[in-house]
């Protein structure tokens, strides 16, 4: 599958991202996680989406991929101010379409406070503390997210009681990192969306677009799936 680079400046640094395919504006915007994730984990599953008629866009945030640079320069505030300075580019059609994975499904929900979204598709996502939004990334902020269910403290729940969108959560049987009431959480949260799903992938870990990618049947299940519940407007 064809793409093309599109690349957007912020803050003095470079983002690189790319649309697939090649020659059409996206209707979709991915989120990678932090560790090892960058853009490339999604390749397969939005060469899949492609043949769907779903156009998307991705991006390395700092610190990750192509973009490079120290993660430890970012936070989660500064990652949702790297992917605002993505969509008012105008590199993603509006009403918003994301998927976003783990850490980047905090900074999707974020996004719904600044933007409208109209489908949030979110894999094994984690949520902070609001006390965690505004620490660099490096030692005080894996500090401050490994206190005892510091996470219970976020501003997440609140965001999602006011999404009126669609919402499908996926979530991972064995994941090790984001406990259930997390997924849970989100759920019961966002109780004024147009509609909302919650789906548990069997014996799937938590690095889910890392192991869909293994596992094409169940990619190709989930992306059927996004394509029924999920119609991005036409523009």
């Not at 949030?120 to 490096?138: E, I, R």
Request: proline content about 4%.
């Amino acid at each position: 599958m064809k793409r093309k680079s599109l690349n957007v400046s912020f803050d003095g640094r470079v983002l690189i991202g790319d649309n697939i395919p090649a020659d059409t504006h996206a209707q979709w915007l991915f989120l990678h996680g932090a560790g090892s994730g960058d853009r490339n984990r999604f390749e397969q599953f939005r060469a899949l989406f492609a043949h769907q008629g779903m156009t998307s866009y991705s991006f390395d945030f700092i610190g990750h991929g192509e973009t490079g640079g120290d993660s430890n320069d970012s936070s989660l505030k500064g990652r949702v101010a790297q992917a605002s300075a993505v969509i008012d580019s105008q590199a993603v059609s509006q009403p918003l379409s994301i998927v976003a994975s783990s850490m980047g499904g905090y900074v999707a929900i974020k996004l719904t406070e600044l933007y409208r979204v109209k489908n949030l598709v979110l894999l094994a996502p984690a949520v902070y503390g609001t006390k965690a939004y505004n620490v660099p990334f490096g030692p005080s902020f894996t500090e401050a997210i490994r206190s005892p269910f510091s996470w219970r403290k976020t501003d997440a729940w609140n965001i999602l009681e006011n999404y009126k969108g669609n919402l499908l959560i996926y979530g991972a049987e064995k994941d090790q990192v984001i406990p259930h009431e997390v997924i849970q959480g989100i759920y019961d949260s966002a109780r004024n969306a147009e509609s909302r799903e919650m789906l548990i992938v069997k014996d799937a870990t938590h690095s889910l677009a890392k192991w869909l990618n293994e596992r094409p049947d169940s990619l190709r299940n989930i992306i059927e799936k996004i394509h029924t519940v999920c119609k991005p407007d036409v523009q």
